[in-house]
């Protein structure tokens, strides 16, 4: 138990389109889903936190413009890069939270070309 | 605010031999949990071993275990009995007790298991 799936697992985009990543949980109910962005060989950075029904909480220094974020439902986020450029290129992860773990979907590799 | 560091940028291990993982943290909280995550070169996040901050015995999962020192803020990763699978990046991370699952994480150390 305790999937998350994300789609899509990799998506090119010419600069100046949008693009919109999902996050579902397959088997549970996620109140809570965090995005993450990460760069090769780093960390996980966190971007937002997304709660269901409410407004998405963005940590210091991420564009609410740019990145936006909507907790549809239990069970799916969405992350639309909004005005895509080349510096937005990077492997974005989401998560669901239960019971004070989360669970990982597998990335989405984006590259704006 | 919380923060975790991991100083070992990199290391790497012969096969069928055991390897440390450290981990430290700087927090004002009392309860709170501690996870190392393991990321493989397919990139999907694996939780490898949880701790809660008010266990006193560490947790063990098959070749997988922990040293917590609360008072010194460690938590290291001790692999035993490495393997190739086990090459990959591993992160330490933080969650507030009752947070929803907030975690923050340490910049990683990527591990090589050498036949």
């Known amino acids: 138990g305790a999937v998350v799936s994300q789609h899509p697992s990799r998506v090119i985009c010419k600069s100046g389109t949008s693009v919109k990543i999902e996050c579902r949980s397959l088997d549970f109910q996620a109140t809570t889903m965090f995005w993450y962005r990460q760069f090769p060989k780093q960390s996980l950075m966190l971007m937002a936190t997304?709660?269901?029904?409410?407004?998405?909480?963005?940590e210091q220094g991420v564009e609410k413009d740019k990145f936006l974020i909507n907790h549809a439902s239990l069970t799916l986020s969405t992350l639309t890069v909004t005005s895509a450029h080349p510096e937005d290129s990077s492997f974005y992860i989401c998560?669901?939270?239960?019971?004070?773990?989360?669970?990982f979907g597998p990335g989405t590799r984006l590259t704006v070309t | 605010a919380q923060t975790v560091t991991q100083s070992q940028p990199e290391m790497s291990v012969q096969e069928a031999e055991t390897v440390t993982l450290s981990c430290t943290y700087d927090t004002s909280e009392n309860n709170y949990y501690l996870f190392w995550y393991k990321q493989p070169p397919s990139r999907q996040m694996i939780l490898v071993i949880r701790q809660e901050a008010y266990k006193q015995q560490n947790a063990t999962e098959n070749r997988f275990s922990v040293n917590f020192q609360k008072a010194a803020k460690s938590f290291s990763l001790k692999i035993s009995d490495s393997q190739l699978g086990d090459t990959a990046m591993y992160f330490c991370?933080?969650?507030?007790?009752?947070?929803?699952?907030?975690?923050?994480f340490g910049q990683g150390t990527e591990l090589s298991v050498k036949p």
């Open positions: 991370a933080f969650m507030k007790y009752n947070q929803g699952g907030k975690l923050i």
């Open positions: 997304s709660n269901e029904g409410s407004k998405a909480t963005y």
């Open positions: 998560s669901a939270s239960r019971r004070d773990e989360q669970y």
